[in-house]
């Protein structure tokens, strides 16, 4: 019983910390756009998209080239979470799994105990192969709007430019990105659940080690100042919509 108190308060501290350096960080990308890279990279990839529609005729090949990449990425890490998924599987219904644990090992070592632990990391997989399919979708929708002709149709009716703009074609690849980062976030829970596996100590310490590593993964101040703060006023009205 001495064993489970770690279980009981090093593993809610650490999936807690992990849980708030998130939804601070979404404040931070909503709030102050320009100082997360979450934030740059969602303005960069709209100013991107206006490039590649004024003319489709010389940037056609190179926007499918592009979005044709980062959906093989996406399928790369939707395919490698269903196959964890499945060796996860495997392994719960296997019943000597990890029965003769050895002694070093503190916290609920029970079988049950084994079971939330593997459940908990096929549900990382699951969400992260999830995430890289919306991923998937999205991208292949701006694949095909992106290569739309803006100038024919403004020739052609002014009305028909109402319902596709390249804010528009921006808002579906941005998107496509923020799901494809969700989808490796649940890659990055599934280490600090998969070290629980061998303890509750070494899944507080990865936990620790994950937020200090974001931090510095997603936080910048170099790039904010040269944005300018004329781009925070667009970005803001698609985080809204």
């Given at each position: ?89 495997v392994l719960m219904t296997n019943k000597n799994n ?144």
């Amino acid at each position: 019983m001495k064993k489970e108190i770690f279980d009981y308060t090093l593993v809610p501290l650490g999936l807690c910390l992990m849980v708030s350096y998130h939804v601070w960080l979404l404040y931070r990308v909503i709030t102050q756009p320009t100082k997360t890279v979450i934030g740059i990279n969602a303005i960069n990839r709209r100013i991107w998209v206006k490039t590649m529609m004024e003319d489709t005729s010389k940037n056609g090949v190179l926007a499918v080239q592009t979005l044709r990449n980062n959906i093989m990425a996406s399928t790369l890490l939707a395919s490698t979470a269903i196959m964890l998924s499945s060796l996860i599987a495997v392994l719960m219904t296997n019943k000597n799994n990890n029965q003769s644990s050895s002694g070093f090992v503190f916290g609920d070592q029970s079988p049950l105990g084994f079971s939330i632990k593997f459940f908990s990391i096929l549900l990382c997989f699951l969400l992260a192969f999830l995430f890289n399919v919306q991923s998937i979708r999205y991208y292949s929708h701006a694949s095909i709007l992106i290569n739309v002709p803006m100038k024919k149709m403004k020739m052609s009716s002014t009305n028909s430019t109402t319902h596709l703009t390249p804010n528009c074609v921006g808002r579906a690849l941005n998107k496509g990105s923020y799901f494809w980062s969700l989808g490796l976030r649940a890659f990055y829970f599934s280490f600090p659940l998969f070290l629980w596996i061998f303890g509750p100590i070494p899944m507080f310490c990865s936990c620790i080690f994950l937020v200090v590593m974001l931090y510095f993964l997603d936080i910048t101040f170099e790039f904010g100042l040269a944005v300018g703060n004329a781009d925070d006023e667009e970005y803001d009205e698609e985080v809204a919509v």
